[in-house]
């Protein structure tokens, strides 16, 4: 299934073409245009017409909403995009920071200008932001619109790609299990394991292409957080019963299938990328092609041994919000349930303000991805070898709601989980 993943491809991108981008400085002071072909190209031109000085391999490239970006990713992104450059110690414009600008302009009485701004958002803020999670906006006569054109404000500074909230929840949902993928990934590149045993190194590099092509197969789970995936049943009813296996799927008859097998789905979702290329998805080194070469001969039954995908209809399509997109508190990591008595919930679909907000909600690993799911993984990798159960169960604790919780700011607790 692996190399049929491998082999399955259409026309390659044209890596000639020119893009146009909208580029801005990290303080949002200025904004220019920039035509470009590849990732290095954007970060040489962006430099140059912000004037921005420094190593360019020490540049960093960054959405609005504060997420990174890599080459492979850039690959993804439309044209006309806007992203913020950032050299070493600039602190970019976060969710945070337009929060409190955009309060600003609702009037909260409490939120002054200048110094008191920096001083409300340096002391005790996870108390003031539960005191802003009420005193936002009541008016729910807008909540039910979807599309830009019936609901302007709610997507004023927010990319034109997006024409409804429903595809922008799905992003910004995806874009947190990226930021998962990509920490893992370099936690387990960054390990004497990975750096020093070749055999380990061989199931780490398998363990991450497998943790790609699944994540792929699963939208990266963009329906937690798109409350158009929700099925005909009362959702929170899913949600309880989302590790109950002997239940059959939600019903997914409003996602028709294509030719090619995968759920129709956002343009911008990566279930749309069909390009694989083997030793970019791999990154193996030059000394290690001779064995990825080999790799790739092997039988199909030895490399599903390893990296059996499991095809996405298979597994069930569970949203976090009810069909009003109103999302409530999963609780501290070693709670059943959140204990303020259903005063931490939010629906970000209702106004600009809860949307900002909304982003110091936490998806929190119950069992901790950095402390104990890729250790796990890395001394599993040290034997004889890393068998399927072992590769899918550490992906279900990484990318699921098997072990992930959404959790107001004031339940995620950043300590360790023991």
Request: hydrophobic share 30%; charged share 30%.
């Amino acid at each position: 299934m692996l190399i049929n993943y491998f082999r399955r491809s259409t026309s390659a991108p044209n890596k000639n073409e020119i893009i146009g981008y909208k580029v801005t400085n990290a303080s949002r002071t200025r904004k220019v245009g920039v035509a470009c072909r590849t990732f290095q190209e954007l970060k040489e031109k962006a430099c140059i017409k912000l004037k921005i000085t420094g190593k360019l391999e020490d540049i960093s490239v960054f959405l609005l909403d504060g997420s990174e970006i890599d080459e492979e990713y850039f690959s993804t992104l439309k044209a006309q995009t806007t992203l913020i450059i950032q050299k070493p110690g600039e602190r970019i414009m976060t969710d945070a920071d337009l929060l409190y600008e955009t309060l600003k302009r609702v009037n909260i009485d409490y939120l002054m200008s200048g110094d008191e701004i920096s001083k409300f958002l340096t002391e005790n803020l996870k108390a003031k932001i539960s005191i802003l999670n009420s005193a936002l906006n009541s008016d729910d006569t807008k909540t039910h619109l979807s599309s830009r054109i019936d609901h302007q404000d709610w997507f004023r500074g927010l990319d034109t790609t997006y024409t409804s909230k429903e595809a922008f929840m799905h992003r910004r949902c995806q874009d947190r299990i990226r930021g998962y993928l990509t920490k893992a990934v370099e936690q387990i590149k960054s390990s004497d394991i990975f750096t020093t045993d070749r055999r380990a190194r061989q199931h780490l590099l398998r363990a991450i292409a497998f943790f790609k092509l699944q994540l792929k197969e699963d939208h990266y789970y963009g329906h937690y957080f798109d409350r158009s995936k929700i099925s005909t049943g009362n959702s929170n009813e899913v949600k309880n019963n989302k590790n109950d296996n002997d239940k059959d799927n939600n019903d997914n008859s409003s996602d028709e299938i294509d030719d090619s097998g995968f759920f129709q789905c956002y343009e911008h979702c990566p279930c749309k990328l069909r390009n694989f290329d083997y030793f970019n998805l791999f990154e193996i080194e030059e000394s290690d092609q001779i064995d990825a070469r080999r790799m790739q001969q092997e039988n199909d039954n030895e490399i599903e041994s390893y990296y059996k995908v499991i095809p996405g209809k298979e597994r069930k399509l569970i949203t976090l919000c009810d069909h009003k997109g109103e999302f409530k508190c999963d609780g501290v990591w070693n709670k059943d349930k959140c204990t303020y008595d259903g005063k931490h919930k939010i629906n970000p679909y209702r106004s600009k303000e809860e949307l900002i907000l909304f982003s110091t909600w936490n998806l929190d690993h119950r069992i901790e991805r950095s402390r104990t799911l890729i250790p796990q993984l890395l001394k599993l990798s040290q034997e004889e070898q890393l068998n399927q159960k072992d590769v899918v169960e550490i992906y279900d604790n990484l990318f699921t709601i098997k072990n992930l919780r959404l959790v107001h700011i004031v339940c995620h607790d950043k300590g360790a989980h023991k």
